[in-house]
Each structure stands twice: as structure tokens, then as C-alpha cells.
């Protein structure tokens, strides 16, 4: 008879087959497990980002600071409390479906009203079960409409926060949305740099518009220079919706964003933009307007924390409607033209997930 102890427990073993088998199936593969520190080692931890301009995340109320009128009971689009309450809940399954029935860690939104449209998303859906917080400020954009940031506190902490406002020197009258910029930590050890974007609109025409965007990617670019003067491999993640695609000079040339890690100041995690993909559709054509891009850093994996392969585009079926003018698919919208369509918004959401280590 021979006694063992093993991982505080007593074995008698009475025979030689016991005494073999024990040493096949527990010794041999407790040594080798013993012998091999990177069997010890956790897995990483993903967590995901996404970001999702809603269209017009409007309230029924009136806000006489904003010139918030087509979205009112009386206003042209017929705007009433029943209709907000169906866009909110639209909302809040849309980000339970990109986070595949948990919400993404990290969520950049456009197109919000203020932040009561916030706090019904947050607080007033099951929604409220995950104890997300909210970083929003207001912003000047004649609309009212501003971006937010909304996050899993039980994976980021937020530091502080900042907006960054756009004065146009060119058109002092003309007001845009502020990019908000938040400093945070991610499980309480790696800082990052997060800059949610949403850039003046095409409206008017793309070449007559062009200047605004380009001043804004030129005062984004002086403050991500400013993380790089400090930090060169700083962690930063810009997100939004640019008006502008991968290609066009206020992305590729003044923000120098693209896909080479080396000499671009960020690197696009967009798909290229053949316009057979898109996250809005415009004139029969797919465009990528909301995008991702991280400083090189952030595509290094033997860092603490690293982003791997592209972006990607979430069109779940529910998302889209047949395209009856332009043929295909095309996003179901809030409204088409001026009638009410019951629909989600006319841009796909974005997402792509993070590793740490």
C-alpha cells in the first residue's frame, strides 16, 4: 500500500494498475503544466469599440436655445414622445446586437439631442442592468445635436474630459458639433486617448463644404501631435462620422490617416472603400463616412494593448431595407424624405475590438 498527497489531498493506492494510472493522468500533466510558464498565462481580454451616428436622436420637447423645430409634435416630421421612445429602443438594440448581447466597452454616438436623449438610453432600456456611464457635453451646432461617449466602467475609467470647440475663421457665423476628446484608463493600467468626431455635413455641396472639414482635421491633427510630443507611442483611437471618405485630403492628407503604420500619423481600420460597402448609402452609391483609426502604437502586439485587422461594418439584415430607386440594400432609416419609416438610421454603426494583455 502507498500513500500520496497531492494538491492537499490524500491518495492510498492499494495496487500497481492504480499506481499507473494515477502517474499517466495526474503527475505527467501536473510536471508539464508546472514546466511551461505560458500555460499560466490568461488569455487576453477583448473588449470592443464601436461607434454609431443614430440620426437624430431628438426628444419631443422644445429646446428654444436649438433650433430643434422639425422635431416637434407641431413640427413638419410630426416628432411625438411614442416616436422618440421607438428610436430609443431602435437604439439600444442596435448596440446590444454589435456587442452580440453585451454592450461594446466603448460606444461613440453622433447625432444625440442632449443628454436626457442620453440618460432614456442609458437608464430607461435594459440598458440599465449593465451600469454604463455617460461623457457628453453640449455642443454649439445650431441643430442641437452633439456626440457622446458612452462606457463599461467595470473596464474604463475615465479620467477627464474635454471638448474641443471649431471656430471657423473663414465663416465665424457657421457653428459645427465640438469633438469631444476623453482621457481614460483600460482596467486600471493603459492609458487611452479617445476623440469622437462628427464633421460638418456635405451640405451645400462637397467642394464648397471641403474647407470646414479641412480646418477640422487640421485642428484634431495640432492635438494629437501634441499626445505624440509627449508620449510617441501614445494610445489613440479617433472614431466618427467624418463627411468625408478614407480618400478625400482632409483624411488622407491633413489628418494623414491610411494604411501604412509607418508613415501615416493614424492608421485607418476602415475597409478600402470600393463603394460596394459602405456605412451610408448615397445616390446609389456605398460610402464610408464613420470610421476608426488608432496611432500606430495600437497595432503593435507585443504591447499591453493592440487592436487586430480592420474595422468592421455591422449591417445585420434588421438594419436595411430594399434600395427601390438605386436597386440592392440601403439603410432603414428613421425617415425617408420627409415621411416617418419607422426605421433605425441611415448609417451602419462601426466596431472593431481591442486586446489586452
Given at each position: 500500500?502507498?500513500?500520496?498527497?497531492?494538491?492537499?489531498?490524500?491518495?492510498?493506492?492499494?495496487?500497481?494498475?492504480?499506481?499507473?494510472?494515477?502517474?499517466?493522468?495526474?503527475?505527467?500533466?501536473?510536471?508539464?503544466?508546472?514546466?511551461?510558464?505560458?500555460?499560466?498565462?490568461?488569455?487576453?481580454v477583448?473588449?470592443?469599440?464601436?461607434?454609431?451616428?443614430?440620426?437624430?436622436?431628438f426628444?419631443?420637447?422644445?429646446?428654444?436655445?436649438?433650433?430643434?423645430?422639425?422635431?416637434?409634435?407641431?413640427?413638419?416630421?410630426?416628432?411625438?414622445?411614442?416616436?422618440?421612445?421607438?428610436k430609443?429602443?431602435?437604439?439600444?438594440?442596435?448596440i446590444?446586437?454589435?456587442?452580440?448581447?453585451?454592450?461594446?466597452?466603448?460606444?461613440?454616438l453622433?447625432?444625440?439631442?442632449?443628454?436626457?436623449?442620453?440618460?432614456?438610453?442609458?437608464?430607461?432600456?435594459?440598458?440599465?442592468?449593465?451600469?454604463?456611464?455617460?461623457?457628453?457635453?453640449?455642443?454649439?451646432?445650431?441643430?442641437?445635436?452633439?456626440?457622446?461617449?458612452?462606457?463599461?466602467?467595470?473596464?474604463?475609467?475615465?479620467?477627464?474630459?474635454?471638448?474641443?470647440?471649431?471656430d471657423?475663421?473663414?465663416?465665424p457665423?457657421?457653428?459645427?458639433r465640438?469633438?469631444?476628446?476623453?482621457?481614460?484608463?483600460?482596467?486600471?493600467?493603459?492609458?487611452?486617448?479617445?476623440?469622437?468626431?462628427?464633421w460638418?455635413?456635405?451640405?451645400?455641396?462637397?467642394?464648397?463644404?471641403?474647407?470646414?472639414?479641412?480646418?477640422v482635421a487640421?485642428q484634431?491633427?495640432?492635438?494629437?501631435?501634441?499626445?505624440?510630443?509627449?508620449?510617441?507611442?501614445?494610445?489613440?483611437?479617433?472614431?466618427?462620422?467624418?463627411?468625408d471618405?478614407?480618400?478625400?485630403?482632409?483624411?488622407?492628407?491633413v489628418?494623414?490617416?491610411?494604411?501604412?503604420?509607418?508613415?501615416?500619423?493614424?492608421?485607418n481600420?476602415?475597409?478600402?472603400n470600393?463603394?460596394?460597402?459602405?456605412?451610408?448609402?448615397?445616390?446609389?452609391?456605398?460610402?464610408?463616412?464613420?470610421?476608426?483609426?488608432?496611432?500606430?502604437?495600437?497595432?503593435?502586439?507585443?504591447?499591453?494593448?493592440?487592436?487586430?485587422?480592420?474595422?468592421?461594418?455591422?449591417n445585420?439584415?434588421?438594419?436595411?431595407?430594399?434600395?427601390?430607386?438605386?436597386?440592392g440594400?440601403?439603410?432603414?432609416?428613421?425617415?425617408?424624405?420627409?415621411?416617418?419609416?419607422?426605421?433605425?438610421?441611415?448609417?451602419?454603426?462601426?466596431?472593431?475590438?481591442?486586446?489586452i494583455?
Amino acid at each position: 500500500m502507498t500513500q500520496w498527497i497531492l494538491m492537499g489531498k490524500c491518495f492510498i493506492i492499494s495496487d500497481k494498475k492504480s499506481k499507473v494510472l494515477l502517474f499517466v493522468f495526474f503527475i505527467i500533466p501536473l510536471f508539464i503544466f508546472t514546466q511551461n510558464p505560458t500555460l499560466e498565462k490568461e488569455k487576453p481580454v477583448v473588449f470592443r469599440l464601436m461607434f454609431y451616428n443614430v440620426e437624430n436622436y431628438f426628444d419631443s420637447f422644445d429646446d428654444t436655445l436649438k433650433n430643434d423645430n422639425e422635431f416637434l409634435p407641431k413640427g413638419i416630421r410630426s416628432w411625438n414622445y411614442a416616436r422618440f421612445l421607438k428610436k430609443r429602443n431602435n437604439i439600444y438594440k442596435t448596440i446590444m446586437a454589435v456587442g452580440e448581447w453585451e454592450p461594446p466597452a466603448l460606444i461613440g454616438l453622433s447625432e444625440i439631442e442632449n443628454r436626457f436623449v442620453l440618460n432614456q438610453l442609458v437608464y430607461e432600456t435594459p440598458f440599465a442592468k449593465f451600469d454604463y456611464r455617460i461623457v457628453h457635453e453640449e455642443s454649439p451646432d445650431l441643430r442641437g445635436i452633439d456626440v457622446a461617449l458612452l462606457f463599461n466602467p467595470k473596464i474604463i475609467q475615465v479620467l477627464n474630459h474635454q471638448t474641443i470647440s471649431i471656430d471657423f475663421p473663414f465663416a465665424p457665423e457657421v457653428k459645427t458639433r465640438d469633438i469631444l476628446y476623453v482621457k481614460a484608463l483600460v482596467l486600471g493600467r493603459d492609458t487611452l486617448h479617445i476623440f469622437v468626431n462628427h464633421w460638418p455635413s456635405r451640405y451645400g455641396g462637397e467642394l464648397n463644404s471641403e474647407p470646414r472639414r479641412i480646418y477640422v482635421a487640421q485642428q484634431l491633427a495640432k492635438y494629437i501631435d501634441s499626445l505624440f510630443e509627449m508620449n510617441k507611442d501614445a494610445a489613440i483611437v479617433v472614431m466618427g462620422d467624418f463627411n468625408d471618405y478614407p480618400f478625400n485630403s482632409s483624411i488622407k492628407d491633413v489628418l494623414n490617416a491610411g494604411k501604412n503604420s509607418n508613415i501615416n500619423r493614424l492608421f485607418n481600420l476602415m475597409p478600402e472603400n470600393d463603394f460596394s460597402i459602405g456605412t451610408n448609402k448615397f445616390q446609389g452609391e456605398w460610402g464610408i463616412l464613420d470610421q476608426i483609426m488608432v496611432s500606430p502604437a495600437l497595432l503593435l502586439e507585443d504591447k499591453s494593448i493592440f487592436v487586430a485587422g480592420e474595422a468592421q461594418i455591422f449591417n445585420a439584415d434588421f438594419l436595411l431595407q430594399e434600395d427601390s430607386k438605386f436597386l440592392g440594400r440601403m439603410p432603414f432609416r428613421t425617415f425617408l424624405g420627409m415621411k416617418y419609416h419607422n426605421g433605425f438610421s441611415d448609417h451602419l454603426p462601426v466596431f472593431v475590438d481591442f486586446y489586452i494583455k
